[in-house]
């Protein structure tokens, strides 16, 4: 029970959700007769449910996939485990199997708010016997407890976005293309892109969003039709990027974007539809809401400076008719803007 002990306390040390989703699965690999320890993404395309492993061991080394959920090879329909189909339509909290003779394999799937994304997937060479059900199954909780914790930490209260507090964080890791370590593991390896051809420059995005007017919305509407157009906007943003980019309330009417692992065109195409989406939604009692949007490449400089960078290309968004996407790198190439340094709280012309 010792060991067990010792990795829970490792685990719950965790301030970031995939090192504590690492270290869970490390605790469990380290059981008597486990063979294989997955996550597991579970999602919906096309009406069809889906499951692909996020995070796995592979080679020795811990490994997870930065590719969007529906284009990932690896992932397969629920079809093909019955087991784990049966267990999330009736809202189960496990879900047993025999493989074939010598593997056996326990399904934990994670439930927040009467939906799955999340299952952590063991596999043992012999059958799981009551005792050792009970004591996976006490890991698994503490690991969804804490998950929860996290979540509400990280998360902004009226939206349900990440917070500003943990963009410096994402922001190291979205730079890195997702690149974490763990201290006792090498380096985990990725899955390639699927979306990204051949050739293809491909970037990291750094993006700020503003609701135009949103003032005017407040003053004439009131705070609560404010607040209602805030989560609407945030359910947009949800809806406008893949599961592996990254979107935060930076407070007030103001949003940033971290988009991963594409191209300039691909950006632009990604941005100017989410604008469209918010200009064509039916806000209630409030009508047509639009937003402005500047973006930068986070591929030079700090995340002060990047941050500073998108805020030149919104604010020019602003003051040149709103309701539009602009891009840093145009603006300054095309004489709109000077190329500004942030220094912390010096700025170098």
Not at 192 to 218: M, R, S, T
Request: glycine fraction near 6%; proline fraction near 4%; include cysteine.
């Amino acid at each position: 029970m010792k060991p067990i002990l010792q990795n829970l306390v490792e685990m719950t040390g965790h301030r970031d959700h995939l090192r504590l989703e690492l270290s869970v699965l490390s605790t469990l690999q380290k059981l008597n007769h486990v063979i294989e320890v997955r996550a597991l993404e579970l999602f919906t395309d096309a009406g069809v449910a889906h499951m692909r492993p996020r995070t796995w061991v592979e080679n020795g080394q811990w490994a997870f996939t930065d590719s969007e959920a529906t284009a990932d090879p690896r992932r397969e329909t629920l079809e093909h485990y019955p087991y784990l189909r049966e267990c999330v339509a009736h809202h189960g909290d496990s879900a047993l199997a025999t493989v074939h003779k010598g593997r056996y394999r326990l399904w934990l799937p994670m439930w927040v708010h009467d939906k799955v994304s999340t299952c952590l997937e063991i596999t043992q060479s012999r059958p799981f016997s009551a005792h050792k059900l009970d004591v996976l199954k006490g890991v698994f909780q503490v690991y969804q407890n804490y998950q929860s914790l996290l979540d509400y930490s990280e998360r902004d209260a009226l939206t349900g976005l990440f917070n500003r507090k943990t963009f410096d964080e994402q922001f190291s890791r979205h730079a890195l293309h997702g690149l974490v370590s763990r201290p006792d593991a090498a380096p985990p390896v990725f899955a390639c892109n699927a979306h990204v051809l051949p050739g293809e420059p491909v970037q990291q995005w750094l993006a700020v969003v503003d609701i135009d007017h949103f003032k005017q919305v407040n003053d004439r509407f009131g705070h609560l039709y404010g607040d209602e157009v805030l989560i609407l906007i945030a359910n947009i943003l949800r809806n406008s990027f893949r599961s592996h980019d990254r979107v935060f309330r930076f407070g007030g009417e103001e949003f940033v974007v971290l988009l991963r692992s594409t191209t300039l065109g691909t950006a632009h195409k990604v941005f100017n539809r989410f604008r469209m989406a918010v200009q064509e939604y039916p806000f209630p009692q409030v009508g047509q809401v639009t937003v402005s949007l500047g973006f930068v490449s986070t591929a030079r400089g700090a995340p002060v400076e990047i941050l500073g960078q998108a805020d030149q290309a919104l604010y020019y968004a602003k003051e040149h008719g709103r309701n539009q996407v602009c891009f840093y790198d145009d603006l300054v190439a095309g004489g709109h803007l000077a190329t500004k340094v942030a220094n912390d709280d010096v700025e170098l012309f």
